[in-house]
């Protein structure tokens, strides 16, 4: 199941940007975070092959949205400039943008290659 970011969780769960200048992941698995809109159409059709992909992954990735439209500081601090934009966030490495509606196998290319997970 996705979960929902506040600033505060975000902060809490993934990067910190305020305590650390420097990338520093606080999660023990990789991660995709969602930052989406309610108002957004491509955000819509993203939203469901997101569930699918916690669902699929359980236990081995984290799948995390953001509101960027109630979360506008964490928005900013990410400098997210158009929606759906997806940050892949491997453990130990560099964490990778991208923006615009993926399809299912861009996801499925972006974990195996990204996150550095198999499928099972």
Sequence with gaps: MSEKLTTADFKAKVFD???????????????????????????KMVAPILEELSQEFEGKINVYKVDTDAEQELAMAFGIQSIPSLLFIPVGEKPQMAAGALQKQQ???????????EAA
Excluded: H, R, T
């Design 17 to 43: 940007w305020e305590e650390n200048s420097e990338w520093a992941y606080k999660g023990e698995l990789p991660a995709i975070v969602d930052f989406y809109a309610d108002w957004c159409g491509p955000c």
């Design 107 to 117: 996801f499925y290319q972006a974990i195996k290659d990204v996150l550095k997970v």
